[in-house]
């Protein structure tokens, strides 16, 4: 039976992400990351478990089909495999740093410099756009420590709350990209394996379509109903159920999260009870 591999991060915030979306789209992986690859069920799919940086490669290649990978390890490798799907999670950013005290005045500062970073081809072309010539010191690991040694003026890294930086004195100038995890593909993938990653993408979009909703079950006066109506952002029209009593009627809709309290303000003014909220895990549109 045809299958997809996928080329998973072997461990930290990528792997939690990717490992918690196959969850919710009920593909269960095997807990133990000491076998390279792993079966799936719930679906035709294994898991290979690599580093992040050579997921790009294995893609490329053929050794996987397609691979969960941060768009800034993609860009710095520049391998050639096709971007599928951008995911939304893992979000950070790639930035230019250098110590507090520092009298930053643009990113001229840089010529001359000598900057630390794990990302030096997306540091090359930022500085060659801009015609800026630094010194670029590769270094694998922890990068933010190489000014208060001595072995750079300033950093290039990936920043995600930014506390790390503040630990180490230091401060972000220079924002280079954005970045989030990528589903990226082979490009010889065969017109089956296609179909498989197509059902796939069909069951991240409704776990995605879910995500920070409610499903809102409410009694309201029919009086009331069309002015309750028009204060819900729903999908499309929402559902209006009849009740026992004529007087009133149960509305049905669906609410982002983020605009819930107000609108449940709002409906709660204009006679709305026995509001129930549930959590909506898949959404097919």
Known sequence: M?????AVQSKGRLYEDTMHLLAEADIKVGASKRT?????????????????DDIPQSVATGVADIGVVGENEFCERGEDAEVVERLGFSRCRLSLALPKETDYQGPQWF????IATSYPNILRRYLDERGIKAEIHVITGSVEISPGIGLADAIFDIVSS?????SNNLREVETVMQSEALLIGHKGMSVAKRELLAQLLFRFEAVRQAEDKKYVRMNVPRSRLEQIVSVLPGLKSPTVIPLADDDWCSVHTVLEGHRFWEI???????????ILVTPIEKMIL
């Open 36 to 52: 390279l690859l792993v079966a799936a069920s719930g679906f035709p799919l294994e898991v290979l478990y690599l580093r992040d």
């Open 162 to 166: 930014g506390s790390t930086l503040v």
């Open 111 to 114: 010529e001359g410099r000598k």
């Open 2 to 6: 045809e299958q997809l591999r996928i």
């Open 264 to 274: 449940i303000g709002q409906l709660k003014q204009l006679g709305a009870q026995g």
